[in-house]
């Protein structure tokens, strides 16, 4: 088991901070570049991916604080998504943990499977879209919440739950983006939260890892900007299909190079 270097943090982090906001769940990818990379589940790998995610938090909230005022009307349907995944997430935190995680052959089919459903539903369901997530009644806003609750297992993605589930909505896709990466910043600040906790410890005794820290978290925060930024601008003019085969493609490279150990 290879230990994480100032490389393999830089490439983490530009991981996570690339993927935690497109539809191709970030915890899919670290997890299989983390297998790549030769790294296991240490407790620094543990500290270390709660860092990172801070760096991808921190962009969203770089991006949008200017606006506050102007998203302000959004908050209370941001919490009313927010909690519905705050309570599954607390409930079935050890069984995420444990099993979701270390069950490479489930990740990989249902990072497939909800691939084959970004094409199907965009090919095949052409959604109208043309309502603005400002306009979602609370229980819509609850319904949101539920459907990003999939998430908690590897492979669905938090955004591209989010994202479907609002263009089920008739929300149009970049406002549903939008809405997405509003929405990550109370659920990844809790989800983090609880893995720092848990972490804490291990951080206050091995300050000597600052630097690794620091490299992921730069990393993860520049993606991440980038990554915010980019699909904004993509899906004003695309649909979810090149993600769909992204994630098929993928899937099944992963496949053929891990099949052995799987």
Known sequence: MQVITYTSAAILGIVEGATEYLPISSTFHLIWASKILGLGQSDFQKAFEVIIQGGAILAVVFLYLPLWRKKAVLFPKIICSF?????????????????FF???????????????GF???ENFHKPKLTRQSSELSFREALLVGLIQALAVVPGVSRAGAVILGLMFLKVKRDDAAEYSFLLAVPTLLAASGLDLV???????????EIGILAVGFIAAFASALVAVKW?????KNHNLTSFGFYRIII????LAIFSSSI
């Open 83 to 99: 909690i519905p995944t705050a309570v599954i997430g607390l409930l079935l935190y050890k069984i995420i943990k444990g099993f």
């Open 231 to 235: 699909l904004i601008s993509y899906l």
């Open 251 to 254: 899937a099944f490279f992963l």
């Open 102 to 116: 270390e069950n490479f052959a489930l990740q990989l089919a249902v990072f497939a499977l909800i691939g084959a």
């Open 198 to 208: 848990k972490s804490a410890p291990y951080l206050l005794q091995n300050t000597s």
């Open 119 to 121: 094409i199907f539903f």
